[in-house]
């Protein structure tokens, strides 16, 4: 890997990387669509990061198919699907590890000890390994972005991080590899995310703008459905996650919780047209 990116910089390609845990959908295509159009080469690396998973989390049924993926990563750009083995990715030194930044404190970090200490280690390493000029995340994981956004300004990380936004599907379900775990009836209960969220864009978009009744708003809808068991669900400042008085200019809509067995998370940005109107 290393060989081939000093092989692009020696040749003046600029590197793109999406990182990704593989099980790719439309959304990993939209990351990699996005990378091509500002990079020459895209470098989609699968790595089901066991540093992430909590040990009552989901890794050992994390989908995995490598064939498909390839398939679909060549068929959105990509030029390389780098796939390290743990030995690879977890060396010898691996107790070495990366200390998330303050944005990591909260919400995913306080109901997933560790996660984004795994996500801020795995990252560095698949950057010093594949060396990009450029690497996109999907604004799906919002708060991930906002961590990888700030540990890398933290470390002078020689790379541009890129986002790329959400893909839904037709009625508004954030597409996620885990929503391959979903029943039919659990595919269904988990619209009231989306629509929970856009109530409260609507709300604001009539003038509503305390946090406060924004954020009731949303727990009542997401009360509504009894599948949906919300584990937090807040209106926040775009760059310091913190829960937000008044939704003046823009916001972030985070939310997570379990339907059934399958804990999904979702996030809607809150522009400033939508509390301008
Ligand atoms: O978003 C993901 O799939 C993972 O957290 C990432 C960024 C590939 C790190 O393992």
């Given at each position: 890997m290393r060989t081939w990116s000093r092989l692009c910089r020696e040749d003046k390609l600029r590197l793109g990387l999406v990182p990704t845990m593989g099980a790719l959908h439309e959304g990993h295509a939209a990351l990699i669509r996005r990378a091509k159009t500002t990079c020459d080469r895209v470098v989609v690396s699968v790595f089901v990061n066991?540093?992430?998973?909590?040990?009552?989390?989901?890794y050992q049924r994390y989908p995995r198919d490598l064939m498909r993926d390839s398939v679909l990563a060549q068929q959105a750009g990509a030029d390389v699907l780098f796939v390290p083995t743990p030995e690879e990715m977890l060396p010898a030194a691996a107790d070495v590890r990366v200390t998330p930044p303050e944005v990591a404190r909260r919400w995913e970090g306080e109901f997933r000890p560790g996660h984004f200490e795994g996500v801020c280690t795995i990252c560095t390493r698949l950057f010093n390994v594949v060396q990009p000029d450029r690497a996109v995340f999907g604004r799906k994981d919002y708060q991930q972005l906002r961590v990888i956004e700030d540990m890398v300004a933290g470390l002078l990380l020689p790379v541009v991080i890129e986002s790329a936004a959400t893909v839904r599907e037709p009625e508004g379900l954030a597409l996620s590899s885990r929503n391959s775990y979903l029943s039919e009836e659990e595919r269904s209960a988990a619209l009231v995310i989306i629509r929970a969220m856009r109530a409260v864009e609507a709300a604001l978009r009539s003038g509503e703008r305390s946090g406060r009744v924004l954020t009731q708003m949303l727990t009542d809808h997401l009360r509504c459905e009894p599948m949906m068991k919300t584990q937090y669900a807040a209106i926040t400042d775009p760059i310091t996650l913190e829960p937000l008085?008044?939704?003046?200019?823009e916001g972030v809509v985070l939310v997570a919780g379990h339907i059934g067995t399958t804990r999904l998370i979702d996030n809607l940005h809150l522009t400033d047209t939508a509390a301008a109107q």
């Open positions: 066991p540093l992430q998973f909590g040990p009552n989390e989901d008085e008044a939704v003046e200019r």
